[in-house]
């Protein structure tokens, strides 16, 4: 797959299918996300799988109580312009996707955790998106979620990391065979998103859509 496609095209991917995750291609997206790079090559981050069907119902559970936390206090407003019919199309598409997963999470056929020591994310991230992009590259779909660090004493309970473990959970991403398609994820226009030398400033020039694929090249072209 093009560099370019895997970027444009991998986006959140939120309803799974079940069916389970070769392992030869679970192997080959974990061996790509550990090559991402890593503050003074120290490769300070792990990845641990979890396929166990209890141990999945159990972060279920607390992902749901999470999802309905945020409903009544960060996205109170979203989730009340939803019920009352008021919200834009694209909201209601989130908000039932997002809804979607935290009812199903359990059915992933996997969920990696990310982990890493304190303060020091910029290693974990790095591989984490390297593992979203190796992901989609075998058709699998992917989101990254930090909601369950509400809960990481149990989460990391769940987990089994001892006590006193210099790691902590940094990030979780569900993996699976997405239901949906793929495609390029619409976004605000790219000059509205940057700003030059200082906030607030313009940059001076404009793209209103994705520049891939090439929105100038002949429908004809190939």
Known sequence: MDVREALYTTRAMRRLAPDPIPDDVLLRILDAAIRAPSAGNQHRFRFLVVKDPATKQAFQALYREVFDELNETRYAAMAEAVRTGTATPDQVRVSNSAAHLADHLHDAPVLLFALGRPGEESSVFPAVWSACLA??????????????????????????????????????????????????????????????????????WTVDEALWPDPHASKGAR
């Open 135 to 204: 992901a989609r590259a075998e058709g699998i779909g992917s989101t990254v979620t930090t909601m369950l660090k509400s809960r990481r004493v149990e989460s990391e309970a769940l987990l089994g990391l001892p006590e006193g473990c210099e790691y902590q959970m940094t990030a979780m991403l569900p993996l699976g065979r997405p239901t949906g398609r793929w495609g390029v994820a619409e976004r605000r226009p790219l000059q509205e998103m940057v700003y030059l030398e200082r906030w607030g400033r313009p940059p001076g």
